[in-house]
């Protein structure tokens, strides 16, 4: 039996699905998460990281509005996509986890049958996406299906599943770039490299929601691997990543506003740091969500860079 008007523990009470979304379409947007967007902005932030950069490699005055738009589309899509086909592969964990049994899998909302409907829709929508890109770009995508594949699967095997979705979210780094000139080149291999270290860091705060649970159920993740570290761990992980950031941005032939972005992306990162209690749940998801401004602040500082060519 479908239970369409449970809501989510881990939402934001009174989210936009509980309150305005058809009774019959909640289940399915609590699966792809629509309750909460943060995830989608942090898919598509390196996107547009590398969108950004193309402009100024190639002396536009604003990134591609026609890949921005498909890449917005992309990523509401292609995190829906995972998240279904992570609480698909996670359904039994999930149910043992107070944080996540009450998502609509573990909780009877939806059939796991229902959920690999919805999301093969979602993957319709992703490749249409995909297809309206140029070839190498395409090409570059499709290099993405074997990591995304293989995520859900990694907490099992390795203290370091954070790793893999920063392969996976940080895949858009090389797909701007790739949209733009048909090739890759150093500069968006070091913005892939940026995005990497940066999303292990954001996902071992949101991992240390879970440690004790984890623990018990048996998986891994960096929170329980770095444990009373996890401050000099991010302090590392997001220097490594303000490093690369400020390599691509030379390598692209970025200006003062460019480099000014990266240096506020940088000040964000420390002040996490600097704020971080990882005993603290409530703090950790505040933190964990403050990344949204973090990456847009990269984006900021590119998009004015290309703009007024200092």
Known sequence: MTVSSAPVADAAPRNWVD???????????????????????????????SSALAAIASGASWPNPWHLMLFAIGSVAMRGAGCAYNDLVDRDIDARVARTRSRPL????????Q???FLAALLGVGLAVLLCLPPFAILVGLGSIVPVALYPFMKRITWWPQAMLGVCFGWGALMGWAAAFGRLDLAPLALHGAAFLWIIGYDTIYAHQDKEDDLMVGVGSTALLFGARTGPALTALYAGAVGLLLLAVFLA??????????????LHCLKQVRRLDVDDPALCLKLFKSNRDAGALVVVGLVADALFRL
């Open 106 to 113: 573990p909780s009877g909302q939806i059939t796991p049958k």
């Open 19 to 49: 309150r305005r979304a058809p009774a019959a379409w909640q289940p399915y947007l609590r699966l792809a998460r629509a309750d909460r967007p943060i995830g989608a902005w942090l898919l598509f932030w390196p996107c547009a990281w």
């Open 253 to 266: 032939g970025g200006g003062l506003l460019a480099y000014a972005g990266v240096i506020a992306f940088g």
């Open 115 to 117: 959920a690999a409907i």
